[in-house]
């Protein structure tokens, strides 16, 4: 495994979360600074700046060809175009925390309102429509489109895999783990939704009809945060506890790799637009995995 890190912000800014964007650029947040970042593989970083106390966190390509992102300190949600053109749009009000995001099967965007208890949904117009969680304090977090038509979701402080139907159904699984604090979720390409357990130190694999299996990390102290699939059927995903980033295959065997410069806190991770994986660390920069 070959591992190269490119400096993209100052270690204040706090590089959080990546997408590839419809450009063929990685898009990410920086999350301490209130910018959204752009680097082409083999270029030099671009920024553009929010308000500097909006916290921007998860970032993804919309249906409409821009990328959307969370603010999660100004409780907005946030669009901006490959040329840079940024509209934000507020939520109905101040106390919704907004952190994962992810385009729907219905061409709009679906979101979680971590301090609000709801799964929001915004249509590329900007109107939103927010859904209550049957539990209370759950902390939905990470979300994503699942290959079953539906968004799947993690609930940090609720130890469970949710999930809501287009027709704003929601069904809730609790994982087997007790205070297993699931954060990042991704679907696989083996048509399961794959999650990171922070507080567990485990890999999850959750079946559309709510089978969970649960796979240990070699260290339980990893503190997994975000989890994306790479350009074969294995899952990868970083260990923001010991800074590493590790891969697991469909039927459960992990590798870990270490990241050159001792803690670099990786966090959002992507299959790049050049076939490599890369992962924001908050220290400022962005490793590129290779081999």
Not at 206 to 234: K, N, Y
Request: glycine fraction near 14%.
């Amino acid at each position: 495994m070959s591992i190269e890190e490119y400096a993209v912000a100052g270690a204040e800014d706090g590089p959080y979360a990546i997408t590839t964007g419809p450009d063929d650029a990685l898009w990410f947040t920086m999350v301490h600074s209130g910018r959204i970042g752009r680097l082409v593989p083999g270029g030099e970083p671009v920024s553009h700046r929010l308000d500097p106390a909006s916290g921007p966190t998860i970032i993804v390509t919309g249906p409409d060809g821009a990328l959307w992102f969370t603010e999660y300190q100004a409780h907005r949600i946030g669009r901006i175009t490959t040329d840079g053109e940024i509209t934000e749009f507020p939520l109905p009000a101040t106390d919704r925390g907004p952190f994962g995001i992810a385009a729907g099967a219905d061409g709009a965007l679906w979101f979680t309102e971590t301090t609000a208890d709801r799964i929001g949904r915004i249509t590329v117009d900007g109107e939103v429509t927010e859904f209550p969680l049957p539990v209370t304090g759950a902390f939905p977090s990470a979300i994503t489109a699942g290959p079953d038509g539906g968004m799947w979701f993690t609930l940090n402080q609720g130890n469970a895999i949710g999930r809501i139907g287009m027709d704003a159904e929601i069904t809730l699984h609790p994982l087997p783990t007790e205070a297993a604090a699931p954060v990042g979720i991704a679907a696989g390409r083996d048509g399961a939704l794959w999650f990171v357990e922070i507080a567990a130190g485990q890999i999850g694999r959750i079946r559309t009809d709510g089978v969970i299996t649960e796979f240990p990390l070699p260290d339980r102290s990893a503190r997994p945060h975000a989890i994306t699939p790479g350009d074969d059927d294995g899952m990868w995903f970083t260990e923001w506890g010991t800074n590493r980033v590790g891969s697991i295959t469909p039927d459960g065997a992990i590798e870990v790799h270490d990241l050159p410069t001792p803690g670099s806190e990786p966090h959002g991770i992507t299959l790049g637009p050049d076939g490599a994986l890369w992962t924001a660390l908050e220290i400022g920069a962005l490793a590129r995995l290779t081999g």
